[in-house]
């Protein structure tokens, strides 16, 4: 089992930056889970916005994201980020991290996928 904790949220102009963080306390070895991002906007569904394979080595981003959010890990320090550049109002959600123990293909791209979740950060753009 792991324990996420997000941080680095908050409110920022459009065009701004932010940089969330997800810090893991887990079981077994970090380097084990799939990561991912995800956002909650009020009314909506949980959308997929990054996820990152167990090295590093491979990201996936949706075309709303692509070009301005960044997903990176940090196998030793334990710890998923989110670069988020160029910022929207339509951005503006609660941000969750998720570990997955089984995340492969489609699942990747899907909440079910995931097996554990942090509490969320908010992260609010204004126009």
């Known amino acids: 089992q792991v324990q996420l904790v997000e941080s680095g949220g908050g409110l920022v102009q459009a065009g701004g930056s932010l940089r969330l963080a997800c810090a893991a306390s887990?079981?077994?070895?970090?380097?084990?889970?799939?990561m991912g991002w995800f956002r909650q906007a009020p009314g909506k569904e949980r959308e997929f916005v990054a996820a990152?394979?167990?090295?590093?080595?491979?990201?996936l981003y949706p075309d709303s994201v692509k070009g301005r959010f960044t997903i990176s890990r940090d196998n030793v320090k334990n710890t998923v980020y989110l670069q988020m550049n160029s910022l929207k109002p339509e951005d503006t959600a609660v941000y969750y991290c998720?570990?997955?123990?089984?995340?492969?293909?489609?699942?990747?791209?899907?909440?079910?996928?995931?097996?554990?979740w942090g509490q969320g950060t908010q992260v609010t753009v204004s126009s």
């Open positions: 887990a079981g077994r070895t970090f380097s084990t889970y799939y």
């Open positions: 998720a570990a997955g123990e089984r995340t492969y293909g489609d699942r990747r791209y899907t909440p079910s996928g995931y097996d554990y």
């Open positions: 990152i394979s167990w090295t590093g080595g491979s990201t």
